[in-house]
């Protein structure tokens, strides 16, 4: 009889680890197993170069939300932003794509905006900045091309 309780003693703690494996990653991971409470908006750039898939949107250094999707529309890259329900972002909002620090990732920057209309699901912000491809400037000051 002590065996069969030791065995459910084991596999109840190996139950609770897995489950606490399976929370870590959804959390470190960013996952969503059930879609948020978030509404869309696009942006349209010359060029998304690093910007990935997931990568985190902010305003004011604070995230609210995450890049959804990176399409090509005619000449163009449109990004989709998933935005956190309950943050306004006006039609005069201004999307960039930002690195953090010389080599790190990329993000995308918000500036919200404030007057004007807010922009519903499905919007799109106009004024855009791409980021700066630090491979084509060091390739630039390389070869004598800096103006």
Same mark, same amino acid.
């Given at each position: 009889?002590? #065996? ?14 897995? @489950? ?7 959390? &470190?991971?960013? &996952?969503?197993? !059930?879609? +948020?409470?978030?509404?869309? @908006?696009?942006?349209?750039?010359? $060029?998304?170069?690093? &910007?990935?898939?997931?990568? $985190? =949107?902010?305003?004011? +250094?604070?995230?609210?939300? #995450?890049?959804?999707?990176?399409? &090509? ?6 990004? !989709? ?9 006006? %039609?005069?909002? *201004?999307? $960039? *794509?930002?690195? #953090? ?14 007057? +004007?209309?807010?922009?519903? %699901?499905?919007?799109?912000? =106009? ?6 491809? @630090? ?9 004598? %091309?800096?103006?």
């Amino acid at each position: 009889m002590e #065996r069969g309780k030791l065995e459910f003693v084991v596999g109840v703690f190996v139950l609770v680890g897995i @489950l606490c494996m399976g929370y870590l990653a959804i959390k &470190l991971g960013k &996952l969503e197993l !059930v879609g +948020g409470d978030y509404y869309e @908006l696009k942006a349209d750039f010359s $060029s998304t170069s690093g &910007l990935k898939k997931g990568a $985190s =949107v902010e305003i004011a +250094g604070v995230e609210v939300g #995450r890049v959804k999707e990176i399409t &090509l529309k005619e000449d163009q890259a449109q990004v !989709v932003l998933a935005i956190q329900d309950g943050i306004p972002i006006y %039609n005069d909002a *201004i999307a $960039s *794509i930002k690195t #953090r620090g010389i080599i790190g990732e990329k993000f995308m920057g918000l500036s919200p905006g404030g007057s +004007g209309d807010v922009l519903s %699901n499905g919007g799109t912000i =106009v004024d855009t900045e791409s980021g700066i491809d @630090l491979e084509q400037v060091i390739s630039q000051f390389i070869h004598g %091309n800096v103006e």
